[in-house]
């Protein structure tokens, strides 16, 4: 079991930046990627967005169309950062960090709030 906790989140005004961390913890090499989703005001978990995600043996990285370009995902260590930048209104919500590991279903952390205005 992997256990995931985001940080980082808060209130921006748009075109500004926010840097997510999630620390991971427990049987990390179990997860095969570990990436972010977007979970938007009204939507449920299982229908948020795919971010970005990176492979944890060899920092293969995978963007989402819609954050090519602005975000960067990236890993210290057992932590895996979201560096947001050029943030938009339609980026607020909530962000789970999640592990797919090699084998069993996928782990998520707790979440954090992103709130950019306008």
């Known amino acids: 079991q992997v256990q995931l906790v985001e940080s980082g989140g808060g209130l921006v005004q748009a075109g500004g930046s926010l840097r997510l961390s999630c620390a991971a913890s427990g049987r990390t090499d179990s997860c095969d990627v570990v990436g972010w989703f977007h979970q938007p005001p009204g939507k449920e978990r299982a229908t948020s967005d795919f971010v970005a995600y990176i492979r944890w043996s060899n920092d293969y990285t995978y963007y989402a169309d819609f954050v090519k370009g602005r975000f960067t995902i990236s890993r210290d260590s057992n932590t895996v950062i979201l560096q947001m930048n050029s943030l938009k209104t339609e980026d607020t919500g909530l962000y789970y960090c999640?592990?797919?590991?090699?084998?069993?279903?996928?782990?998520w952390g707790q979440g954090t709030q992103v709130t950019v205005s306008s």
């Open positions: 999640y592990c797919d590991p090699f084998i069993g279903g996928r782990n």
